[in-house]
């Protein structure tokens, strides 16, 4: 990463795993890279509690936005609450960011476009026009849609483009 920093910085903590989520969502999105790792010292191991020479952070991005990935113990585990969207352009995309975030993912966590993956990280993968099929000013489009969006797991956007169409 650069000098520059960026205003606002997602920082995601996990227990022991920081550098095994940088390197997997690094590995699936194309414009990514993993920056500075930092590792635990002696100083304030009677807060933190892990052993000198653990990581600590890992900077990543990710289609450029800038991540920090702690590892802060077991403390802290991830919700629903907070999630990434991913819009797609495609049928294609959002297969290919289904099945690679899915893999280890609590598959009973799957509904309308939503996962969670391996680590607990809550994932919406949805259709960069899904919003305005929603939004539409005919009540009985919109409906349609959201009624066939409660149906999926994964979205299907052709399905969604019938249902839209009526």
């Given amino acids: 990463m650069k000098n520059k920093l960026q205003k606002i910085t997602t920082n995601l903590w996990f227990d022991t795993q920081a550098e095994e989520a940088a390197r997997f969502y690094t590995s699936i999105f194309e414009n990514s890279k993993i920056g500075r790792i930092t590792h635990y010292g002696n100083v ?22 800038a991540f920090i990935a702690l590892n802060g113990g077991p403390h802290f585990k ?5 999630s990434f969207i991913i819009h797609c352009e495609s049928q294609k995309d959002v297969d290919y ?15 309308c476009g939503w996962l969670k993956d391996q680590f ?23 409906a349609r849609v959201m009624t066939a969006l409660y149906q999926m797991k994964k979205i299907d956007i052709n399905a969604l483009k019938r249902a839209y169409n009526g």
């Fill in 44 to 65: 304030g191991r009677e807060i933190h509690g892990m052993s000198e020479g653990k990581v600590m952070t890992v900077e990543f991005e990710l289609e450029g936005q």
């Fill in 78 to 82: 991830f919700t629903e609450a907070i």
């Fill in 97 to 111: 960011y289904w099945e690679n975030l899915s893999q280890g993912g609590d598959e009973k966590a799957q509904a």
């Fill in 120 to 142: 607990g990280v809550s994932w919406q993968i949805i259709p960069e026009n899904i919003t305005d099929m929603i939004n539409n000013t005919d009540p009985e489009r919109s």
